[in-house]
């Protein structure tokens, strides 16, 4: 699978809006941008995925560059709650392959 | 939406036992399950692929005489740490996707926390 580049950490402030970026420069045309999320001492949540174009659910949204070599995650608004560990993850088929894992975001919400 | 479910969530066996960790897919069926391991501040390790009905594919390095992995039906996987060590203390993670196919969700398990001693 392509590798992605995510910073190791970022800071946010609650209730506002948090755009964790993710760069994917080898990306390949059947490749899925997968996003999850790890709260301490559990297993890893869904959060969105998308191939080409944007994509918006309850949780986030997820915008894809239009050459789809980077991403970015969308909070909305910031709770505490969202503090966690943030994967972005490349997959062509998510049917057979596993998800591999690179060190993420870790996303820090202060009140 | 899809649900995975593992069990026990946390277990303490004395080195040199095995046990058993559970991976379930509540709502829908799979195929194949993937089964990590994650020491404390580290990412996801994959260690192995679980088949249903088939052998299981391990990832280099992983002992597959030490770690069992038996995939019995379509909602359940299991993983035996067998002749633990306390090396082998950390969290098991398995997951597993909603269907077969592209661009699917692949779902994840509480995770069961293992600690030998």
Known sequence: DAKTTQPNSMESNEEEPVHLPCNHSTI???DYIHWYRQLPSQGPEYVIHGLTSNVNNRMASLAIAEDRKSSTLILHRATLRDAAVYYCILSGDTGRRA???GSGTRLQVQP | GAVVSQHPSWVICKSGTSVKIECRSLDFQA???FWYRQFPKQSLMLMATSNEGSKATYEQGVEKDKFLINHASLTLSTLTVTSAHPEDSSFYICSAPDRVGSGNT???????WLTVV
């Open chain 2, 106 to 112: 692949i779902y994840f398990g509480e995770g069961s």
């Open chain 1, 28 to 30: 390949s045309g059947t």
């Open chain 2, 31 to 33: 195929t194949t399950m």
């Open chain 1, 99 to 101: 998800l591999t894992f």
